[in-house]
């Protein structure tokens, strides 16, 4: 029943994936909450539960690979607080190409600048002889890791962001390498297993390749500049008189809820935001505020400019300032 899942490189976002996984396994339905997956152009993603999701599309064995004994006793404590599957995940430290050999499918989470001799390490080319090889790195392209394992891995990569940490996560999934000619009904399974694994984490889509800078400034950066919009929300508040803790979970909750109204009910912003703009009211005298901030621009730009940020992550030799953040 089920299958080995190895994640290499198993920092936050592995154990955000790991820890949905197993949740999901020991839970009735992964979307408590009612979270509907549906989009607003109507293109819907499937929900694993466990009525409906077959055995083998979550797996049942679990290995973390780090590259220290201080994580690896780090990492137990953390899988061990899980309850269900979580205590039977091995944490080991320094056998990368051994534990991959284990493996069916293998999740590569370290840094993009290590992705080359991580997957070119001795051992790595036999491990990864006819897996399937999931990678969640920024800025490195299914060309160059082609290049650096066998020719029958069957690679896809996953673009997931900070959020995957409390199961509200946005993963975007390039479509399988097409330069494998892989038989179809193995296309479907592996598109059947990631939507799976990443869907225990929050949404999840297929998007070509060619999308990823981008989706890696919008959704993988994005957590960070509706921070910074979210705070400025709060300090607006706590500057009319409102205390601290009361400003900033109205700002959060108000952005939560717009949000969902986008999501569920798939009405466009525009809408929700006319909806609110009342003549001669206080909100129309905001919005215009905020236009002459040229906020709507400033928005677009900044993601703008982390997509051409994005594409510098994955080439040789450069490494982030920043380890492995978006």
């Not at 690896?72 to 599957?85: C, N, S």
Request: charged share 15%.
């Amino acid at each position: 029943m089920g299958y080995t899942l190895c994640v290499i490189g198993c920092g936050t976002m592995g154990i955000a994936i790991l820890s949905g996984v197993v949740d999901v396994l020991k839970s009735p339905s992964p979307f408590p909450n009612g979270m509907s997956q549906s989009s607003p152009s109507g293109i819907s993603t499937p929900v694993p539960t466990l009525a409906t999701v077959p055995d083998e599309s979550l797996p049942s064995k679990f290995t973390a690979c780090v590259s220290r004994d201080d994580s690896v006793r780090r990492l137990k404590r953390t899988f061990e607080a899980l309850g269900g599957l979580g205590p039977a995940i091995q944490v080991i430290a320094g056998h990368n190409a051994d534990s991959a050999a284990h493996a069916d499918i293998i999740i590569l989470c370290c840094k993009p600048h290590q992705a080359e001799g991580i997957l070119t390490a001795p051992g790595m080319v036999h491990a990864l002889e006819g897996k399937l090889l999931i990678s969640i790195l920024a800025g490195v392209t299914i060309s160059q890791m082609r290049g650096w394992v066998p020719a029958s891995t069957r690679l896809i990569r996953a673009m997931p962001n900070t959020p995957c940490k409390i199961r509200e996560g946005m993963t975007v999934l390039s479509s399988p390498d097409a330069e494998l000619h892989t038989p179809l009904h193995l296309l479907a399974k592996d598109k059947e297993i990631c939507t799976s694994i990443f869907s225990s984490i929050g949404r999840a889509r297929f998007l070509d390749e060619k999308h990823f800078d981008a989706c890696t400034a919008l959704s993988g950066s994005g957590p960070a500049f509706a921070c910074i919009f979210l705070e400025a929300l709060a300090d607006g508040g706590v500057m009319m008189g409102l205390p601290r803790a009361e400003a900033l979970e109205l700002a959060a909750q108000t952005l939560q809820g717009a949000a969902r109204m986008t999501l569920q009910s798939g009405a466009h912003p525009a809408a929700i935001k006319d909806t609110v703009t009342t003549p001669g009211g206080c909100t129309i005298a905001g919005v215009l505020t905020l236009e002459d901030g040229r906020v709507r621009s400033t928005i677009a730009r900044a993601i703008q400019v982390a997509t051409e940020r994005a594409s510098e992550l994955g080439q040789s030799g450069k490494q982030p300032t920043s380890a492995r953040k978006h």
